[in-house]
């Protein structure tokens, strides 16, 4: 009834002024009241199909009555380094470290470190390394091993396969290896503090429909999730260098680069995006501590470059050289050095051939003294 009174008030019925007031008290004294009398009981009839008896929960229902879904733990401590772990995709979200020069330095040796399964994390989470033996992909550290020389035991931790990305075999060789390089070896030298967070990422591309899809690629049993770009972010404080007109930082540079083989001249430069870029792809605030506080760009007081390719291989080659168990390991390292295709400067030959010199004089001694027993 009222409802139908409130369709005719509201679509003109009445005329004149006489019949306007008329209706206008009709509908204040006895109308209206209805409908807030109707609007009312409606109100409680929802209410009681919608809110069950709620004195059982205490007044709240019980949503999590056993237990809170639990996608594992935000953050796990290591020996040298802090990660988040994606218990779907088989991989670290991020992988972070407070590098040192003093990191770099000591006798720890990647000849006595495995990679497994990191038991921290359930068996159904993990990855295994039967899920990388034949999948084309390298098993990439995002805490690099060479950041760890200083303890055996931290550089064990990085083997760990929850610190690992399914990553090119060539890019983890090539232009990450001299970007690992860059952020261990030129920074400490000139900035007190470093930080550095390192992992995977997984960005769209267009199809031929012109419409945006993430695509990636699965491996082995678990289903490892192959990333398309990788990332680092640095955060640098205390310049060393007096150029900087006493700023002290905080600088930051981001970085995104493809999981694909990369030239050799390609600069670091290339692949800087802003912070904000990096967090929306990721979905990861990296320091929200520094968030509203004025980040100087690294690069525009570093160089930002990275070693050369050919003395990147000049140094593969004397690791290989001072790693060698037999002179004929050693041997066959030299003819590499002798075999490669372009000429080093006079400073790297000569260091190579301090190397050569110094572990033939230590094999021929230690193979001479077994020959005699």
């Given at each position: 009834?009222?409802?139908?009174?409130?369709?005719?008030?509201?679509?003109?019925?009445?005329?004149?002024?006489?019949?306007?007031?008329?209706?206008?008290?009709?509908?204040?004294?006895?109308?209206?009241?209805?409908?807030?009398?109707?609007?009312?009981?409606?109100?409680?009839?929802?209410?009681?199909?919608?809110?069950?008896?709620?004195?059982?929960?205490?007044?709240?229902?019980?949503?999590?009555?056993?237990?809170?879904?639990?996608?594992?733990?935000?953050?796990?401590?290591?020996?040298?380094?802090?990660?988040?772990?994606?218990?779907?995709?088989?991989?670290?979200?991020?992988?972070?470290?407070?590098?040192?020069?003093?990191?770099?330095?000591?006798?720890?040796?990647?000849?006595?470190?495995?990679?497994?399964?990191?038991?921290?994390?359930?068996?159904?989470?993990?990855?295994?390394?039967?899920?990388?033996?034949?999948?084309g992909w390298s098993r990439g550290h995002m805490a690099p091993a060479g950041n760890n020389k200083h303890d055996q035991e931290a550089m064990n931790d990085t083997f760990l396969l929850s610190n690992i990305v399914p990553q090119d075999i060539d890019n983890n060789g090539g232009f990450w290896n001299r970007f690992e390089i860059y952020c261990r070896e030129h920074l400490p030298e000139h900035f007190e503090e470093v930080r550095v967070i390192s992992g995977p990422l997984f960005l769209p591309s267009e199809g031929e429909d012109g419409k945006?899809?993430?695509?990636?690629?699965?491996?082995?049993?678990?289903?490892?999730?192959?990333?398309?770009?990788?990332?680092?972010?640095?955060?640098?404080?205390?310049?060393?260098?007096?150029?900087?007109?006493?700023?002290?930082?905080?600088?930051?540079?981001?970085?995104?680069?493809?999981?694909?083989?990369?030239?050799?001249?390609?600069?670091?430069?290339?692949?800087?995006?802003?912070?904000?870029?990096?967090?929306?792809?990721?979905?990861?605030?990296?320091?929200?501590?520094?968030?509203?506080?004025?980040?100087?760009?690294?690069?525009?007081?570093?160089?930002?470059?990275?070693?050369?390719?050919?003395?990147?291989?000049?140094?593969?080659?004397?690791?290989?050289?001072?790693?060698?168990?037999?002179?004929?390991?050693?041997?066959?390292?030299?003819?590499?050095?002798?075999?490669?295709?372009?000429?080093?400067?006079?400073?790297?030959?000569?260091?190579?051939?301090?190397?050569?010199?110094?572990?033939?004089?230590?094999?021929?001694?230690?193979?001479?003294?077994?020959?005699?027993?």
């Open positions: 009834m009222a409802s139908s009174f409130r369709y005719a008030f509201g679509s003109g019925v009445a005329t004149g002024s006489v019949a306007s007031i008329t209706l206008y008290s009709l509908y204040s004294y006895m109308i209206q009241p209805m409908m807030k009398q109707e609007s009312a009981q409606c109100a409680t009839q929802v209410q009681l199909k919608e809110i069950p008896d709620m004195k059982p929960y205490g007044g709240r229902k019980d949503f999590t009555k056993y237990g809170v879904p639990d996608r594992g733990p935000n953050i796990r401590f290591y020996s040298n380094h802090a990660l988040s772990y994606d218990q779907a995709k088989r991989i670290p979200v991020w992988v972070a470290e407070h590098i040192t020069k003093y990191d770099s330095i000591g006798s720890a040796n990647r000849r006595h470190s495995y990679f497994k399964a990191d038991d921290n994390f359930p068996s159904i989470f993990a990855a295994n390394n039967s899920d990388y033996k034949r999948s945006k899809y993430i695509k990636y690629q699965v491996i082995g049993d678990n289903n490892v999730a192959v990333p398309t770009h990788l990332y680092k972010v640095i955060v640098t404080e205390g310049a060393l260098q007096s150029s900087q007109n006493g700023v002290t930082g905080p600088f930051a540079g981001a970085f995104i680069v493809p999981n694909e083989p990369i030239k050799s001249k390609e600069p670091l430069k290339q692949y800087q995006v802003p912070l904000v870029q990096l967090e929306k792809a990721s979905g990861v605030q990296f320091f929200p501590k520094l968030s509203g506080h004025h980040l100087t760009d690294l690069c525009t007081v570093d160089s930002c470059d990275l070693i050369s390719q050919d003395l990147l291989t000049l140094r593969f080659i004397s690791r290989k050289m001072e790693n060698a168990t037999t002179v004929h390991r050693l041997e066959k390292s030299w003819q590499e050095f002798k075999n490669i295709d372009f000429k080093p400067g006079q400073k790297e030959i000569a260091f190579l051939t301090g190397v050569y010199e110094k572990k033939k004089k230590e094999l021929e001694k230690k193979e001479s003294g077994k020959t005699e027993l």
